[in-house]
């Protein structure tokens, strides 16, 4: 589904990616995990298409065509979906009116009518329920005074509601507590299928004892300096990242 | 060769074709005041970002057709749609006159709509505009509600222009009194269609009297072609609460006074405005409130989103006079500019003559939010979607504060429709 081959990435004139691969398939959940500044955000980033990295060599195909060819939105119509690290408070928006209005970007994109009123909200409020949300903050606007938990619940709404092919999820477990996190990772899980795929970009193993991973990844200066299974990620937690620093340089 | 001054001989002359009535002393005062005093110029501080050279021009040329009256065209066109989808008892004023019929239909309680010149007026010298409007005022509106009534249903004031000459002139005039503990809601539209240029020159006077309350949304949606100046002169007596909400969506040049002059305490004044202007548009809002007694309030918030080579002007004046103790008065005026060439010229005046006030103003000028932009795009919603979204929320917090119900839903739609042309224009 990804195929990342060599990707080198700058924001400025400082170089974030310095070489970094990596193989998605669907149906696989990965983890990259590494220390900040390692360059996990910018990969999220620069995958949704954020337009302040330039990519500056190196190939990203997904279902077999080049991504770094697409605006954001059109790669959101093909089926990327970022949970953002921070996601943005957008005052006077409609939370609703923003959900039905990415549905029915999308849904125009494949060539589908628009979703209609009766079957959003009904759909809504089925995820809202998986995730533990009130239906209220379908009315409010878009993460306008939400909690740090509340936000990356709405995230997880979105992503439920848009059905992502590849999902991207940007420290989604940051700033949660033990509850927020279960919700959260219950959402995820429930969109576990053969057809998608899901890259969890965390700082912590925590996340991973509720979405166990296929693969672990640890980045580290804009590569990726080790890849496993889970057990990967105990080690980690056990010994600290300089372990795979000292592990990549020595 | 554009003029600064009206051919005084031939407004003289086009004042005497007007009807002999209870308005002609004022006419004859108010044109011997603008012939002595004029008309103001950029060196005019208030008038430094507005030149009324190219109203002046329409109008000398229309006094050049010698026609007294603007032909009468069908402004049914225009008045049909905005009556049929607002829900209010609608007086109608096409090119400048007065319709007797709707004065007629008007049949509220406790509401009196009758002409102007059904009354002496008193000539008032407020400003130099309003000198022009009642030099060559045809007729205008008196609205009266009696003392402790609340009406059912908002009245509405519909002017409407046609352009059909050359270049055309309108004067439009209301004269509102609000009795003693009634309230009063008011819609005031201006639409104006045709190929010609036009410049309408509109006068408001309002007067609160005590405890009286008075909801006021007045919205601008002329011709992109067409121009108009406009000055609301209101007077706010004890314990009255005043809220005007402004919206500009159309014009070339458009230019508003909103003068609000507390001179009875315990009253309260909320004045909110929008105005959305793109290519070649300049929409300039001054407002003054005189805060002559306390305790009262005043609070003002405008907002502008600009577009290609739009410029507007906010200029928000709040004057606290020497004993006007306990007086809270705040200013806000924020602007989208979405093109370089675009310009804002925002001034908030503080003038204080006394100590115990609560004072304060905050201007912003700036562009869409590219956190936001990105956040809407990885939402599948274009570049031009998201624009939208964003400037629509912006400009939805002055819809948000209507204080009349009926026009929501028509200004939430014009609102948006505004901001997809002008965006659409910047893709281009």
Redo the contacts between chains.
């Keep these: 589904m990804l195929e990342i081959n060599n990707l080198k990435a700058t924001i400025g004139t400082t170089e974030i990616l310095r070489g970094l691969s990596l193989s998605v398939k669907a149906g696989e959940v990965h983890a990259i995990m590494g220390p900040n500044g390692s360059g996990k955000s910018t990969l999220a980033q620069v995958i ?4 302040d990295y330039e990519v500056t060599d190196g190939t990203v195909t997904y279902k077999g065509s080049n991504l770094l060819e697409l ?3 059109e ?3 093909e089926g990327i ?2 949970s ?1 690290q921070y ?2 408070e ?4 409609n939370n609703a009116y ?1 959900l039905k ?2 549905m029915n ?2 849904r125009k ?1 494949q060539g589908l009518e628009e979703i209609d009123a009766f079957e959003f909200l009904k759909l809504a409020k089925e995820k809202m329920a998986l995730l533990g949300m009130d239906p209220k903050f379908l009315n409010r ?1 878009v993460n306008e005074g939400f909690s740090g938990g509340e936000k990356k619940r709405n995230e997880i709404l ?1 992503m439920a509601m ?1 059905e992502p092919s590849l999902a991207i999820l940007d420290e989604t477990d940051s700033g949660l507590d033990i509850d927020a996190l279960r919700a959260v990772a219950e959402g995820v899980n429930s969109l576990r299928t053969p057809e998608r795929a899901i890259i969890l970009v965390t700082h912590y193993q925590r996340l991973l004892d509720y979405i166990e991973p296929d693969f672990v990844h640890v980045l580290s200066e804009g590569r990726i300096v080790r890849s496993g299974d889970k057990s990967l990620a105990l080690q980690l937690e056990e010994k600290g990242y300089d372990w795979v620093r000292e592990a990549a340089t020595g | 060769m554009k003029s600064r001054h009206f051919s005084m001989d031939a407004l003289g002359d086009a004042i005497a074709r007007l009807p002999d009535d209870r308005l002609t002393a004022i006419r004859n005062a108010a044109f011997a005041h603008l012939r002595e005093h004029g008309l103001p110029t950029k060196r005019d501080e208030d008038w430094k970002y507005t030149d009324l050279a190219p109203l002046v021009d329409i109008g000398n040329q229309w006094l050049d057709l010698g026609d007294d009256v603007t032909p009468q065209a069908d402004s049914s066109d225009v008045s049909d749609p905005i009556q049929k989808s607002i829900d209010a008892d609608w007086l109608l004023i096409s090119n400048g006159q007065v319709d007797a019929n709707s004065i007629a239909a008007l049949a509220q309680d406790g509401v009196t709509v009758e002409l102007l010149s059904k009354h002496d007026s008193t000539a008032n010298f407020s400003a130099p505009l309003t000198d022009l409007n009642s030099a060559l005022l045809r007729d205008g509106l008196r609205i009266t509600v009696d003392a402790n009534h609340s009406i059912k249903r908002p009245i509405g004031i519909l002017v409407v222009d046609i352009a059909a000459t050359a270049a055309s002139l309108s004067q439009i005039r209301a004269d509102v009194i609000v009795g003693a503990n009634s309230t009063l809601d008011l819609i005031e539209y201006h639409a104006s269609s045709g190929e010609g240029e036009h410049y309408a020159n509109s006068v408001i006077n309002l007067t609160l009297e005590d405890n009286a309350r008075a909801n006021w949304v007045r919205i601008q949606d002329r011709d992109r072609a067409h121009n108009q100046t406009g000055r609301t002169a209101v007077t706010l007596g004890r314990d009255s609460q005043f809220h005007h909400c402004a919206f500009d969506f159309g014009g070339r040049l458009i230019r508003n006074d909103l003068a609000v002059d507390i001179a009875e305490p315990g009253s309260a004044a909320v004045f909110d405005g929008l105005y959305l202007a793109g290519e070649d548009q300049h929409i300039d809002n001054h407002t003054r409130v005189d805060h002559r007694v306390g305790p009262a309030t005043s609070q003002q918030e405008y907002r502008g989103v600009l577009t290609a080579n739009a410029r507007c002007v906010w200029n928000g004046k709040a004057i606290v006079h020497e004993g006007a103790d306990g007086t809270d008065a705040e200013q806000a005026n924020h602007n989208l500019l979405l093109s370089d060439k675009a310009e804002i010229d925002a001034k908030p005046e503080l003038e204080i003559y006394t100590d115990d006030v609560k004072c304060s103003h905050g201007t912003t000028v700036g562009q869409l ?1 590219e ?2 932009l ?10 031009v ?2 624009k939208q ?2 400037t ?3 400009a ?2 002055i819809v948000s504060k209507l204080p009349v119900e009926s026009p929501r839903e028509s200004l939430a739609e014009l609102v948006s429709a505004r901001l997809s042309r002008m965006l659409e224009a910047v893709v281009k």
Excluded: N
Excluded at chain 1, 90 to 93: E, L, N, Q, R, W
């Design positions: 949704a298409g954020h337009a605006e954001p939105e790669r959101a119509r979906f970022l953002f996601p943005v957008i005052a006077g928006v923003l209005a990415s970007a999308k994109h606007g979105q848009l | 939010d956190t936001s990105f956040y809407l795009r990885t939402r599948g919603i274009d570049i979607g998201a979204i964003l629509t929320a912006f939805q917090t």
